[in-house]
């Protein structure tokens, strides 16, 4: 199945014989180190950049409910961010995996992505829409 929206993952996930927990990097868009006119250029039109961690936090599925929430939530840390990245850790069959358990996996993310392995992780706009970085 093809995810096309923030609401399409939560129903995905839901539908999971084991109970998941969600890991979310949330990254901003910035001009890279040293950025020639053409970067520049290209990140003022909303294009190119690099997208730096954030923010990251893991949710169970009872913490979730739809982007607009997430969005609101994520305002109050007062950190900026432009698209958030998310994937899934599966539990034991009965319970989702723990905060402590999801901590490392998503410390593995954020050193994943700073790295620009992007392939493993779905990506959304703050609208809830999937976005396809390339």
């Given at each position: 199945?093809?995810?096309?929206?923030?609401?399409?993952?939560?129903?995905?996930?839901?539908?999971?014989?084991?109970?998941?927990r969600?890991l979310?990097v949330?990254?901003?868009?910035?001009?890279?180190?040293?950025?020639?006119a053409?970067?520049?250029?290209?990140?003022?039109?909303?294009e190119?950049?690099v997208?730096t961690?954030?923010?990251?936090?893991?949710?169970?599925?009872?913490?979730?409910?739809?982007?607009?929430?997430?969005v609101?939530?994520s305002?109050?840390?007062?950190?900026?961010?432009?698209?958030?990245?998310?994937?899934?850790?599966?539990g034991?069959?009965?319970?989702?995996?723990?905060?402590?358990?999801?901590?490392r996996?998503?410390?593995?993310?954020?050193?994943?992505?700073?790295?620009?392995?992007?392939?493993?992780f779905?990506?959304?706009d703050?609208?809830?829409?999937?976005v396809?970085?390339q």
């Amino acid at each position: 199945m093809a995810i096309a929206s923030y609401t399409e993952l939560l129903t995905e996930v839901h539908s999971q014989p084991a109970p998941q927990r969600l890991l979310f990097v949330f990254a901003r868009a910035e001009l890279p180190d040293n950025p020639d006119a053409q970067q520049r250029e290209r990140f003022e039109q909303g294009e190119g950049g690099v997208l730096t961690p954030a923010l990251c936090v893991d949710k169970t599925l009872d913490e979730l409910s739809d982007m607009e929430s997430l969005v609101v939530e994520s305002r109050l840390t007062g950190v900026a961010w432009d698209i958030v990245f998310v994937a899934a850790l599966a539990g034991d069959g009965t319970n989702p995996p723990t905060s402590e358990e999801a901590e490392r996996p998503l410390q593995r993310m954020v050193e994943a992505l700073q790295m620009g392995s992007i392939d493993n992780f779905l990506a959304f706009d703050r609208r809830g829409d999937a976005v396809d970085i390339q």
